[in-house]
């Protein structure tokens, strides 16, 4: 089983949709969470960074952690189609050797459309 | 001003040839790190350096090898290449948190 699952979509949505990106994870020592943009051939971008439960809001995205449920989701408002990009969860735990060290999930292609 | 930025963009070799990839990052941040991301986009750490030491490094065979001459750089030499070495190679740099990515080195082994 992978440390950190991904819906691996493709994803295709009309403009102003609401977009639901979503992760599981099975490792209970990630403490801080990312979402991760990247557009086609070039580097990913970072989006959200949260290391609490909750929800964290940044314009149209909503990040949301549940920790108990280990479990988290980025939420775009109002898509547009410059969203179009895959979308990339990443963990890391809190310290020990395994400091600084991004687990990725295996990343989500949407697509939207006008 | 890139914050990250690597070279070359893209690189074409043969099998067996030894190559390099260089990075730089201009953040002043102490960490930096070199992913590979394979043809279906995951992304899989290979090495971390702190402040010109090693301080991760995910079995990734020792015929790649990195090179930290200053905090600012951070090299991957790869030797005796081989075709499932092709893949986009990420220079990455962090100050402590979150991390940031360089435009990325695409490598094509023939």
């Known amino acids: 089983q992978k440390e950190v699952e991904q819906d691996p979509g493709p994803l295709s949505v009309p403009e102003g949709a609401i977009v639901s990106l979503n992760c599981t994870y099975s490792?209970?020592?990630?403490?801080?969470f990312m979402w991760y943009r990247q557009y086609s051939r070039k580097g990913p971008e970072l989006l959200m960074y949260?290391?609490?439960?909750g929800n964290k809001e940044d314009g149209r995205f909503t990040a949301q952690v549940d920790k108990s449920s280990k479990y988290i989701s980025l939420f775009i408002r109002d898509s547009q189609p410059s969203d179009s990009a895959t979308y990339l969860c990443a963990m890391r735990h809190a310290g020990g050797t395994s400091y600084g060290k991004l687990t990725f999930g295996q990343g989500t292609i949407l697509t939207v459309h006008p | 001003d890139t914050a990250v930025s690597q070279t070359p963009k893209y690189l074409v070799t043969q099998m067996g040839n030894d190559k390099s990839i260089k990075c730089e990052q201009n953040?002043?941040?102490?960490?930096m790190y070199w992913y590979k991301q394979d043809s279906k986009k995951f992304l899989k750490i290979m090495f971390s350096y702190n402040n010109k030491e090693l301080i991760i490094n995910e079995t990734v065979p020792n015929r790649f090898s990195p090179k930290s001459p200053d905090k600012a750089h951070l090299n991957l030499h790869i030797n005796s290449l081989e075709l499932g070495d092709s893949a986009v190679y990420f220079c990455a740099s962090s100050p402590g948190d979150t991390q940031y990515f360089g435009p990325g080195t695409r490598l094509t082994v023939l």
């Open positions: 953040l002043g941040h102490d960490t």
């Open positions: 949260t290391y609490s439960s």
């Open positions: 490792n209970s020592a990630f403490q801080y």
